[in-house]
């Protein structure tokens, strides 16, 4: 399964953007479909950072406490996607945001990062102030 990710941008504090996750490769949907799908972010530096993630079926969401309220994520099953809608963007937010998905996932391990099989190849987010 690959994973593109694309949406990325430079935005003004205050603004919105809407990045794009979409799986590809064999098995891709039902593979894609049927594991958590995340969203984390990094900048250089630092450990890479949970930012939300969706359940398969019922589509339950966790969130990181930094975007609680400013970003939502959701999927759409049948376009083998998962998208992340940020809205009042802060300069903390740049960074380079990656999707992922992985298997074994539980509410517990969400936010790991090594627990997620799959990794799309980035799209960088600038917000300036």
């Known amino acids: 399964v690959q994973l593109q990710a694309s949406g990325g941008g430079l935005v003004q504090a205050g603004g919105s953007l809407r990045l794009s996750c979409v799986a590809s490769?064999?098995?891709?949907?039902?593979?894609?479909?049927?594991?958590?799908r995340g969203w984390f972010r990094q900048v250089p530096g630092k450990e890479r950072e949970f930012v939300a993630a969706?359940?398969?079926?019922?589509?339950?969401?966790y969130y990181a406490d930094s975007v609680k309220g400013r970003f939502t994520v959701s999927k759409d099953n049948a376009k083998n996607a998962l998208y992340l809608q940020m809205d009042n963007l802060k300069p903390e937010d740049t960074a380079v945001y990656y999707c992922?998905?992985?298997?074994?996932?539980?509410?517990?391990?969400?936010?790991?990062?090594?627990?997620?099989?799959?990794w799309g190849q980035g799209t960088q987010v600038t917000v300036s102030s």
């Open positions: 490769g064999a098995a891709s949907g039902r593979t894609f479909n049927n594991y958590v």
């Open positions: 969706i359940f398969r079926g019922g589509g339950f969401t």
């Open positions: 992922a998905a992985g298997a074994r996932i539980i509410n517990s391990s969400v936010r790991t990062s090594s627990q997620y099989d799959y």
